[in-house]
């Protein structure tokens, strides 16, 4: 009987040491699809003086968001239907193709174009290392590596500003691009030679039809987001067609959605409470999470003084929060299987967070602002990871890839709903206040000012603009306190359903509300 134990470990050991290796270049591949649009923020400035294309600069973003979103829900569909692992490096590989050509490009025509081959890489990136790591490790397991998650955020967020600033002022702005080359090829390398997953290869033709209007909504959706109150006035005839446009493309995808053989995106997911609740969830957090990662850095640097050179830095507080809690959160999740009150927690804190930083204004210190954003990465913390672990343990395994994919898809367009809706509500308050502050007064550069310019102006005028924008910064943060809210309120609705791996109770077929979770995890000794 000893021996056999001791035979058992000796197995158990090499395939615990490769599940880590392929960890490591999973959190590669992460890091690499959250860095990338940190690092060409900071070298845009001096892409546009070599490239030109003012006119089109948002694009370079946007053709990468769209694509990103867009080939999100199909690259997870493409990973349940023929394997995991070569979908995977194939959006590696198209990633690391996007990025060749990014570097390479002559004009802003060029450049935009290959953003958007980038951008299709990039989505195919975030589904298959959330869905991998559903085939390799059971949910109850999962939760010690939601501090690993949460610290590639945190790093991508922190250090992309001060690598895309170092990197272009020593190298140029294309090695922003061709950074990510020598990372995704040592990422392509380790998954290649240590990943072994269950081969598949399904007879069910793709679902094109569902994937072509799922894209045609998802873009108009984007667009919408993107272009309203900026590049077109929200009554504008664009806008209004582009949600005519997406609202009847999103309704024939449900349509064509019931009657594909493979659809790209199941309906049936969503009849389980737990899953349905997860999308809301991550919906929210996408929504809260990105507008204060925006106004936050705008705040301090416009109002506060603060450089803009580390604009990373003054995140930490928040970032710091949520990478601890996150990990806290996991290790209980792993060592108790119960994770009801965390979604709750996370909510509250979200709420109470946003309320707090709502409340700042010219007189606020950094310490004090340092305290709020502390409180609001808690409750991030609480829900970063746990929505993704809940989602995937409420689905069979066959639908690993789809809940993935449609738990990121979601987690996406509330990034943008909330860039878009708080920047609205934040533009239009430090308009209406400058406008009664300054009355007659000379009008300020359409642009954000940093604190070198805020200097130069007079008295009276910087006063003004800063007591502008704690005033956006206060009716943005309230807007996201209030949708916050619908958060925690969805939270108190989830079912603690027991988690795979936690015991002889994964094992049940669930139950008649469809909160079970079925099916049974690839062993780590695949890998």
Known sequence: MA???????????????????????LMIA????????????????????????????????????????????IWGKLGDMYGRKATFLTSIVIFLIGSALSGMAQDMGQLIAFRAVQGLGAGGLMVGVMAIIGDLIPPRERGKYQGMMAGVMALAMIGGPLVGGTITDNWGWRWSFYINLPLGALALVMVTAVLHLPKKRSKARIDYLGAGLLTVGITSIVLVTTWGGSE????????????????????AFLRVQTTAAEPIMPLHIFRNRNFSLMSVIGFLTGFVMFGAVLFLPLYQQSVQGASATNSGLLLL?????????????????????????????????IVVGL??????????SRLTSGVYMAVLGAGMGFLMQITMLVAQNSVEMKDMGVASSSTTLFRTLGSSFGVAIMGAVFNSR????????????PALPNAQLDADSLEKLPDAMREAYQFAVSSGTHSAFLIGASVAVVAFVAALFVKEVPLKGAGPKDRTDGDADGDGSRGEPVSAGSA
């Open 317 to 349: 507080p928040m970032l710091v929060s949520m990478m601890i809690v996150s990990l806290v959160a996991g290790r209980v999740t792993t060592s108790t299987g119960r994770y009801k009150l965390f979604p709750i927690m996370g909510g509250a804190l």
């Open 3 to 25: 021996t056999t134990i001791e035979q058992e470990q000796e197995v158990q050991e090499p395939q615990k040491r490769s599940v880590r290796v392929v960890l490591l270049a």
């Open 232 to 251: 077109y006035a929200w009554g504008s005839a664009m806008i209004l067609g582009l949600i005519g446009l997406g609202i009847a493309a999103l309704a």
């Open 355 to 364: 309320f707090l930083l709502s409340q700042m204004d010219t007189g606020t």
């Open 430 to 441: 430090v308009e209406d206040e400058m406008a009664a502050r300054t009355a007659g007064g």
């Open 30 to 73: 992460m890091l690499l699809a959250m860095l990338d649009n940190m690092i060409i923020g900071t070298a845009m400035p001096t892409i546009v003086g070599e490239l030109g294309g003012l006119a089109h600069l948002s694009w370079v973003v946007t053709a990468y968001t769209l694509a990103t979103a867009a080939s999100t829900p």
